[in-house]
Nanobody, 128 residues
Framework: QVQLVESGGGLAQAGGSLRLSCAASGRTFSNYAMGWFRQAPGKEREFVAAISRSGGITYYAESVKGRFTISRDNAKNTVYLQMNSLKPEDTTVYYC?????????????????????WGQGTQVTVSS
């Protein structure tokens, strides 16, 4: 079992920045590929960014590419989402997710059903 706790959400102005953190506990963090998703009320969950277990490979949704950066610190059991040039349409709840992967895996995952564990979410609101 892995517990994930997001933090860092809040209110930002358009063009501003926020950094989300997701702290993991319960199992060896480096055994998991990680991802960030977001979901607005009444809408489907949307992929944002993913990172391999080592952090060497990242992948982004087109809507955030060039603005958001996913990273991880395996020593701190934490994955981050640096969000720059925020837009009002980035307003929603952001979730981190973890997927158990083999030791040799360098893969990322971008479909929500592939993930095993989810955090409770953190609200991001971008004002225009």
């Amino acid at each position: 079992q892995v517990q994930l706790v997001e933090s860092g959400g809040g209110l930002a102005q358009a063009g501003g920045s926020l950094r989300l953190s997701c702290a993991a506990s319960g199992r060896t963090f480096s055994n998991y590929a990680m991802g960030w998703f977001r979901q607005a009320p009444g809408k489907e969950r949307e992929f944002v960014a993913a990172i391999s277990r080592s952090g060497g490979i990242t992948y982004y949704a087109e809507s955030v590419k060039g603005r958001f950066t996913i990273s991880r610190d395996n020593a701190k059991n934490t994955v981050y989402l640096q969000m720059n040039s925020l837009k009002p349409e980035d307003t929603t709840v952001y979730y981190c997710a973890a997927k158990s992967v083999p030791p040799y895996s360098g893969t990322y995952y971008y479909r929500d059903y592939q993930y095993d564990y989810w955090g409770q979410g953190t609200q991001v609101t971008v004002s225009s």
